[in-house]
């Protein structure tokens, strides 16, 4: 069965700093890979995907992630956090059944330190 | 950009009582769906809707729940008997049929809380 794991619960960086949050996944073919997003409030925001092709994905708000097939994982990453990017951050795979039936990870949630 | 619209924000309710939780899909979206997040677990994948049916629904989706689009403009879950294992954040989602799986809109969720 598929699934997907995020190692980190909890990240705390410095304004300014690098990110990187890991997500491992298992499936069996090619997946299909999601960051999303959540704020406090808010929905889940898509930040990136990865269907096919280029390994090295961007995403909105600077994010980029890469999918390393040997590794089984897609991190996510970030040159340089701004204080705006504290929020829970999911990784998802679809699920291989009809659309839009995505299983996630658990989160990781990002504080950022002035 | 476009939002999905859920209400209320937060609801309360007894064990045993029947729920109806609401969701505005995007205008021109034809793909439903809603998940569940339970406090400290993972965001689940309850159900799946597409031209007025059910298209998947996982094992959490039993015989209580039930989804309906009862007009142009909502998509609703209902819940029948509600127990206390029920209390979880729900999302609604939608998307567009041209991106299929490329972007699920969400909206900001329901808290449900039963007593």
């Known amino acids: 069965a598929q699934s997907v794991t995020q190692p980190d619960i909890h990240i705390t960086v410095s304004e300014g700093a690098s990110l990187e949050l890991r997500c491992n996944y298992s499936?069996?073919?090619?997946?299909?890979l999601f960051w999303y997003v959540q704020s406090p409030g808010q929905g889940l925001q898509l930040l990136l995907k990865y269907f096919s092709g280029d390994t090295l994905v961007q995403g909105i708000k600077g994010f980029e992630a890469e999918f390393k097939r040997s590794q089984s994982s897609f991190n996510l990453r970030k040159p340089s956090v701004h204080w705006s990017d504290a929020a829970e951050y999911f990784c998802?795979?679809?699920?291989?059944?009809?659309?839009?039936?995505?299983?996630f990870g658990k989160g990781t949630k990002l504080s950022v330190k002035p | 950009e476009p939002e999905v619209t859920q209400t209320p924000s937060h609801q309360v309710t007894q064990m045993g009582q029947e729920v109806i939780l609401r969701c505005v899909p995007i205008s021109n979206h034809l793909y439903f769906y809603w998940y569940r997040q339970i406090l400290g677990q993972k965001v689940e994948f309850l159900v799946s809707?597409?031209?007025?049916?059910?298209?998947?629904k996982s094992e959490i989706f039993d015989d209580q729940f039930s989804v309906e689009r009862p007009d142009g403009s909502n998509f609703t879950l209902k819940i029948r008997s509600t127990k206390l294992e029920d209390s979880a954040m729900y999302f609604c989602?939608?998307?567009?049929?041209?991106?299929?799986?490329?972007?699920?809109?969400f909206g900001s969720g329901t808290q449900l809380s039963v007593l």
């Open positions: 998802a795979v679809e699920g291989g059944g009809s659309q839009g039936n995505l299983i």
């Open positions: 499936y069996g073919a090619t997946p299909y």
């Open positions: 989602a939608s998307s567009d049929p041209g991106q299929g799986n490329e972007k699920l809109f």
């Open positions: 809707f597409y031209n007025n049916e059910i298209s998947e």
